[in-house]
């Protein structure tokens, strides 16, 4: 009926009008435009670089295809996890011959973990644990059908996908995965890069790029090169890194696939857009020395990636809790979903609150909920659809978002 | 006054609209009788297909006494006969995976492809299995019989040799039997409910909120309409989903020259729903198109439910060009297979998107993660 698509065109404008008018989010007129594109010059060569975060992700994927490689042994997965330059590890030349690490900069950053050493190497602990997990647990057990209490393989319904758990029903890989996009990605993209320590007090840092002052034998100040650092945890392996949107969600495992996918949720469609836009925004303020502009899209940025995490965490709880209230239990694809919900948890401490510059949940309340969801006998296998629920609803009522937003993807 | 009163009334529909996300329970925005649609979707369609689905797997086991009680090559001709036709009915009764059916997780025990060959061999030799696993549902259903009566060899005799064997032969008459045994209990249990109290409980929940009757079966039908007749016999052995074709993942693999057909009743059934027309008649009452027609939905100066109708028809054109067997189509030229595929997903568009969005229904299920 016509009435219909007037009303889609009245709604659709009318999104464009309040869009217009509400700008809480946006910088009020800086007399400031962030270009179209991520694209920096100066003297007509490109000032933009963030290969170290392409490395790290890289090897990210490739240590996540050794979870699933049974052959493996814990001291070859370990050695991909804290690589050290020229060693054998990955099947890419230009990994082996890095320097990078993903392990040196898992729980790394400046602003959480320079004076907290102890949680900063209880959490390597914890990831080195998933891997010794891996390998002595379920490996061995990669033809053994997983019952409670028992490691092993189970199918998902359907002649679905098989999924390798520990005892507790847990996905090692998937709490691997998951909560290195904590750890790593968001811990080093907030924390350290986005932060005014390393962004203005580190090496001179502010002077240099007030005098643009360049790093030896580079075209960037080390400002610049900060933020393009915190730029590089999102887009960092993007098919085109300058204008990385068009394939957001596909373009890795880690933080990038789940921008995209909670941008394919119409509930917070945008937010790819709007996370970008900060991206550049940010850049272009240092470019024009306004350190203001800089802190305020620093701040979004904060905000914006937080809520990618806590968004997640729900989803993965709540399609766990529906899985659970079915009438015939999919156990396979509800521990998938609350492997993958468990990660997501245990990244929650990586956030950043702007407001109070502290994570929106500390380590001790994912500690908390780590143990609600892992605490019964059997761990997933004895978790029930009310604590499932009573987990979602504490981690959606610090953010800004509802509990059925987060649940569904339409 | 008027004026205003009209201005007024489109400013409370916009937001009405615009606000959308949190559906409660409030009633449909429309005067549309649901009822008789829900009627007619149980009393015409949905319980009288079960119906003739349960006659037909009690043929089906009846074939299975039969042919245990005397293998031979004439009686696995019958078991093949009864095991088509029970297939071919099947097409008209997966889509409706609700009550007890969505309960019992119905069609994934009853008919998942492909089916995981190796490990149905390991259950017969080891005599130890169970069925009612999730992790067991691409061991049974009609898939598992497939395999147990097209795909154990080529030739009939050496078919029936499987269970004439004079060590083995009584593993495979025992697996034979129980699958047979689960897909009829399955299908008693289901029809029971319907024919008990659930008839009146899909009927008598004709409102509007996500778990109202019109809500949930409209998802399931677009569910079953892009997970199983696109995606499942179409998409997936065409390679739509990953990198290469897969000439072993179509419906009845084994049997080989099968595949067309169920796809082409399983389209009519599901075409023949959306109109509302009766099971086994030309009659036809109220239905998705008879909601739509009422509604007016327009699309770009078109009737949808006839975009709708032309859109199946087109792609039963498209499908009327492909080989009996998919996995020759896929084999010899995929582009055809290819080609169906595109006529079957622009009605995933009109469905999912402007049919719900004229019923005010809101999808009920995600797309698989794919990790």
Request: hydrophobic share 40%.
């Amino acid at each position: 009926m016509k009435i219909n698509h007037l009303l889609k065109v009245i709604c659709l404008s009318g999104v464009a009008i309040l869009g217009s008018c509400s700008s809480d989010d946006d910088t009020p007129d800086t007399g400031l435009t962030a270009p179209a594109t991520y694209v920096f010059e100066r003297n007509g060569e490109t000032t933009v670089s963030f290969s170290g975060q392409t490395t790290r992700i890289k090897m990210g994927e490739e240590i996540l295809n050794a979870f699933k490689t049974e052959t493996l042994d814990e001291a070859t997965i370990d050695a991909m996890f804290a690589h050290v330059e020229g060693a054998n590890d990955f099947s890419e030349a230009d990994l082996n011959a890095s320097d990078k690490s993903v392990r040196s900069k898992t729980a790394a950053s400046q602003d959480y973990f320079s004076d907290n050493v102890t949680d900063a190497n209880a959490i390597k602990a914890e990831f080195d644990a998933f891997i010794k997990g891996q390998v002595d647990e379920v490996f061995p057990n990669w033809g053994t059908t997983a019952v409670a209490g028992t490691p092993g393989v189970i199918q998902e319904a359907g002649g679905g996908s098989d999924r390798y758990v520990n005892a507790k029903g847990l996905e090692l890989n998937q709490a691997f995965n998951k909560g290195l996009i904590g750890a790593l990605m968001v811990d080093q993209a907030l924390n350290n890069y986005l932060g005014v320590t390393i962004l203005d007090q580190t090496n001179n840092s502010r002077a240099d790029n007030d005098n643009e002052v360049l790093v030896d034998g580079k075209n960037y100040t080390n400002m610049e090169h900060k933020w393009d650092e915190a730029y590089g945890y999102a887009y960092g392996t993007s098919a085109n890194t300058a204008n990385p949107n068009p394939t957001i969600g596909d373009d890795d495992s880690f933080l990038n696939k789940y921008i995209g996918r909670v941008e394919g949720d119409p509930d917070f469609a945008g937010i790819a857009e709007e996370i970008f836009n900060a991206f550049k925004l940010g850049r272009a303020a240092i470019v024009a020395k306004r350190y203001d502009i800089r802190d305020a899209q620093s701040a979004i940025l904060r905000r914006k990636i937080s809520e990618v995490v806590g968004i997640r965490a729900v989803y993965y709880l709540q399609q766990g809790k529906n899985g659970l209230e079915a009438g015939t239990v999919d156990f396979a694809s509800v521990f998938h979903d609350l492997s993958e919900g468990y990660g997501f948890i245990y990244s929650l401490q990586f956030t950043r609150n702007p407001d109070t510059n502290a994570p929106y949940f500390s380590r001790t309340e994912v500690q908390g909920f780590i143990s609600q969801l892992m605490g019964g006998t059997n761990g997933l296998w004895d978790v029930t659809p009310a604590t499932l629920q009573s987990i979602s609803e504490a981690i959606a009522a610090r953010f800004d978002f509802t509990v059925a937003q987060a649940g569904s993807t339409n | 006054m008027k004026k205003l009163l009209g201005s007024f009334f489109v400013l409370m529909l916009l937001a009405s609209a615009c606000s959308t996300s949190d559906d409660g329970g409030e009633a449909g925005g429309d005067s549309f009788d649901r009822a008789a649609m829900l009627v007619n979707f149980a009393d015409n369609i949905i319980i009288p297909s079960l119906q003739k689905f349960s006659t037909d797997i009690t043929a089906l086991d009846q074939a299975t006494t039969a042919f245990t009680a005397d293998a031979n090559e004439t009686n696995l001709l019958a078991l093949r006969t009864a095991w088509s036709n029970a297939y071919l009915s099947w097409q008209a009764v997966g889509m409706f995976e609700i009550g007890k059916a969505e309960e019992l997780s119905y069609r994934n025990f009853m008919n998942v492809f492909p089916v995981n060959a190796g490990n149905i061999d390991a259950n017969i030799t080891s005599e130890s299995y169970d069925l009612g696993a999730v992790a067991a549902q691409d061991e049974q259903g009609f898939g598992a019989l497939d395999y147990m009566i097209n795909g154990l060899a080529t030739a009939d005799a050496d078919i029936v040799a499987f269970y004439t064997d004079a060590t083995n032969g009584s593993k495979y008459i025992s697996y034979l039997t129980d699958l047979v045994d689960r897909m009829n209990n399955l299908t008693t249990e289901v029809l029971a409910d319907w024919n008990g109290d659930y008839r009146a409980t899909f009927v008598g929940n004709s409102g509007s909120s996500a778990t109202s009757s019109v809500d949930k079966i409209a998802n399931d039908f677009i569910f079953h309409y892009e997970k199983h007749l696109r995606a499942g016999k179409v998409g997936i052995p065409a390679g739509v989903f990953g990198t290469q074709t897969f000439d072993d993942k179509v419906e009845a693999f084994y049997k080989g020259d099968f595949s067309k057909a169920l796809f082409n009743a399983n389209l009519d059934a599901m075409q023949d729903f959306f109109n509302g027309k009766h099971f086994g008649s030309n009659a036809t009452g109220e239905s998705f198109k008879t909601y739509l027609d009422f509604l007016n939905t327009i699309k770009e100066g078109e009737d949808l439910a006839e975009i709708i109708n032309n859109q199946f028809n087109l792609s039963r054109t498209t499908a009327s060009g492909l080989d009996d067997s998919f996995t020759e189509q896929v084999r010899s030229n995929n582009n055809l297979m290819l080609n169906t595929y595109d006529e079957l997903q622009k009605n995933v568009v009109h469905l999912k998107v402007d049919m719900l969005q004229a019923f005010s229904v809101r999808v009920d299920f995600v797309d698989a993660d794919g990790d």
